[in-house]
């Protein structure tokens, strides 16, 4: 339980250090073939690897919303704010 913990706050630490165009960036990656392992190993649900991902700016390709509820991951607190 304990590496859990550790492994959900080294996420945080990274998602910190990360600009919210690389967030951006990185949600359309996960959503391309070269992402599908996140989406399997639930890395996105898990981790939440762009919480601090600019909405305004997703719009491009499928929603943040969209893609959300085909990977059955709640979104209601999935992102800092909530601008769908």
Not at 24 to 34: A, E, G, R
């Amino acid at each position: 339980m304990e590496l859990e913990i550790d492994k959900i706050d080294f996420t945080r630490i990274v998602r910190t250090q990360m600009s919210a165009i690389e967030q951006l960036h990185l949600f359309f990656n996960i959503q391309s073939t070269f992402g599908q392992n996140w989406m399997r190993f639930e890395f996105v649900k898990k981790y939440k690897v762009f919480r601090n991902m600019p909405l305004p700016l997703a719009k491009i390709g499928v929603l943040p919303k969209e893609f959300l509820e085909n990977s059955d991951i709640e979104y209601d607190d999935f992102f800092e704010w909530q601008l769908f």
